[in-house]
């Protein structure tokens, strides 16, 4: 699904909770994913007024949805298995696969996504690291990021190495973390081992994490492992990165990146790396680029470094589209 078909449906499920009101749209949000109510909500709130002709169009083919409902193939997990591995290739519908195929057993669990980094790390500061680890790989990059961050270094480092160790989880290993959740979990013998965890996930985190947390951690593990800390870095992917990406590449991505979020990231970019994207841009627009960069005064490194998370964060959602191609790689001053 392209981009543009994407914000296309978004909009239509606002309007469509637009039109339920509170009551009815709070029923619906309870049963989406945090990530889901939280661009449902962007939506919404960007929305200022919707012509009558596309309330209408999304209602009429709500109608259409609804009176043809029906059990539309004979078995919906092997549908939904063949679907995910044509869109997305075997790699990554395996584990996408699994992810869906664990939801029951890690109900409890995905409770923490709901949960403010801060109070997930207090849940967790006492527990074993390989327990700590077990539970943050079933949350998004960007949230472990944000728990690991409040961890003192030594068990931020010890957590760091048996993600980028786990080599899966055991079905009756979710029972134990489920007890250390205080939730029962709805087991199964037919559940099957989760792909979760691994080299390439540690590179993910390690990404949200900020360079000096990052080069300690990969210290940390290169005394261990160095062969390890190798393939995490092989897995990592930091900005100054983009000089890998094409020109047609850097152009997809320019067409994503607002303006002055683009000005912050490169405050802290190589002059190779700003030349490059000088380069993909129209000759009137690289001149205001260069200007708002001259003209901008000192901006905190970590303002900087946020500002690149979020661009890295549309790479990878270009790259997972296959509008890119990924060449791997691996706070209060200012820059």
């Known amino acids: 699904m392209s981009a543009a078909q994407e914000d296309e449906g978004l909009e239509s499920a606002a309007i469509?909770?637009?039109t339920l009101g509170e009551e009815q749209a709070a029923e619906v949000f309870k049963h989406l994913a945090p990530r889901e109510v939280q661009r449902l909500g962007e939506t919404i709130t960007r929305m200022k007024a919707v012509p009558r002709e596309r309330v209408d169009a999304v209602m009429d083919r709500l109608e259409k949805t609804a009176g043809n409902d029906s059990a539309l193939?004979?078995?919906?997990?092997?549908?939904?298995?063949?679907?995910?591995?044509?869109?997305?290739?075997e790699d990554k519908a395996a584990l996408l696969i699994d992810r869906i195929g664990a939801g029951s057993s890690v109900a409890g669990i995905d409770n923490l996504r709901w949960m403010d980094p801060a109070a997930v790390a207090e849940l967790m500061r006492n527990e074993h690291p390989q327990i700590v680890a077990a539970i943050l790989v079933h949350l998004e990059a960007d949230q472990t990021a944000a728990v690991l961050k409040l961890f003192g270094e030594r068990q931020r480092n010890e957590v760091m190495v048996r993600i980028a160790t786990l080599d899966g989880i055991q079905p009756a290993a979710?029972?134990?973390?489920?007890?250390?959740?205080?939730?029962?979990?709805?087991?199964?013998?037919?559940?099957?081992?989760?792909s979760l965890g691994g080299a390439?996930?540690?590179?993910?985190?390690?990404?949200?994490?900020?360079?000096?947390?990052e080069t300690a951690v990969l210290d940390f593990v290169r005394e261990a492992d160095n062969d390890l800390a190798q393939k995490i870095m092989d897995n990592m992917f930091v900005f100054d990165d983009l000089e890998k990406i094409d020109d047609k590449g850097i152009q997809s991505l320019m067409k994503e990146v607002q303006s002055e979020s683009l000005v912050v990231a490169l405050k802290g970019a190589t002059p190779s790396l700003r030349?490059?994207?000088f380069r993909n841009m129209s000759s009137r627009a690289a001149e205001t680029l260069r200007e708002d960069l001259e003209s901008r005064g000192p901006v905190r490194l970590s303002e900087v470094e946020a500002e690149q998370k979020e661009m890295l964060k549309i790479v990878r959602r270009l790259a997972d589209e296959g509008q890119i191609v990924l060449a791997g790689g691996g706070d209060g001053d200012f820059v």
């Open 200 to 213: 390439k996930t540690a590179a993910e985190i390690l990404n949200m994490l900020g360079s000096a947390i």
């Open 275 to 277: 030349e490059k994207i």
């Open 73 to 89: 193939v004979p078995d919906n997990q092997a549908y939904v298995n063949g679907v995910l591995r044509r869109a997305l290739g």
């Open 174 to 194: 979710l029972h134990d973390l489920n007890e250390v959740m205080g939730q029962v979990l709805a087991g199964g013998g037919g559940a099957r081992k989760a």
């Open 16 to 18: 469509l909770l637009m």
